[in-house]
């Protein structure tokens, strides 16, 4: 099993609608996570870290489930400017975990 | 705050030759840097992880004398690719946690990648 699971998608959404990612981490000593965005050849920008108890970011809500071991991302009112891949990250014991990320297009 | 420079941004270079990518922290002290390959359409691959002043600790598979890792301050890391080869060809990019004081300690702020391509 994968330390970082994604669906690969791909998402194709039409704008101004609400989208969730999910991601499963496998290691239940993680510490810590984040929400990346990837455009088409350039590097990850942090979207978001996630707490403990969700956290919300204008149009961008990110929420994580310890006890499932998952973090969700969610998108509301999706712009095309959102469409990129998003990674999952997870910090396993100080080692940054990738996912293989989740590509979503946003269609006007 | 915490941005991270690479350099160069692309280079295109003859099979066995070695190039250098250099990976820099331009406003904090990066006490870890890693570096990824990434190829067309797949996801980021970790290479190697460095802390300043010790060597790199390298994930399996990743030829150690291939592809050799410098961090010689908190503020810059170096990649020199030896004897690059076309399989080389691939999209490098570094990234850098820092000291308290700068976002989170274990956030990685990624450098904007060197794409290189050999013939």
């Known amino acids: 099993r994968k330390e970082v699971e994604q669906d690969p998608g791909p998402f194709n959404v039409p704008e101004g609608a609400t989208v969730a990612f999910n991601c499963t981490y496998s290691?239940?000593?993680?510490?810590?996570f984040f929400w990346y965005r990837q455009d088409c050849r350039k590097e990850p920008k942090l979207l978001m870290s996630v707490y403990s108890s969700g956290n919300e970011d204008g149009r961008f809500t990110a929420q994580l489930n310890r006890a499932s071991q998952y973090i969700s991302l969610l998108i509301r009112d999706s712009k095309l400017s959102d469409s990129a891949t998003y990674l999952c990250?997870?910090?396993?014991?100080?080692?940054?975990?990738f996912g293989a990320g989740t590509r979503l297009t946003v269609k006007p | 705050g915490a941005v991270v420079s690479q350099h160069p941004s692309w280079v295109i270079c003859k099979s066995g030759t070695s190039v250098k990518i250099e990976c820099r922290s331009l406003?904090?002290?990066?006490?870890?840097m890693f570096w990824y390959r990434q190829f067309p359409k797949q996801s980021l691959m970790l290479m190697a992880t460095s802390n300043e002043g010790s060597k790199a600790t390298y994930e399996q598979g990743v030829e150690k004398d291939k592809f050799l890792i410098n961090h010689a301050s908190l503020t810059l890391s170096t990649l020199t690719v030896t004897s690059a080869h076309p399989e080389d060809s691939s999209f490098y990019i570094c990234s850098a946690s820092g000291l308290a004081g700068v976002g989170r300690t274990d956030t990685q702020y990624f450098g904007p990648g060197t794409r290189l391509t050999v013939l």
């Open positions: 990250v997870v910090n396993i014991l100080n080692d940054m975990r």
């Open positions: 406003d904090f002290q990066a006490t870890t």
């Open positions: 290691n239940s000593a993680s510490q810590s």
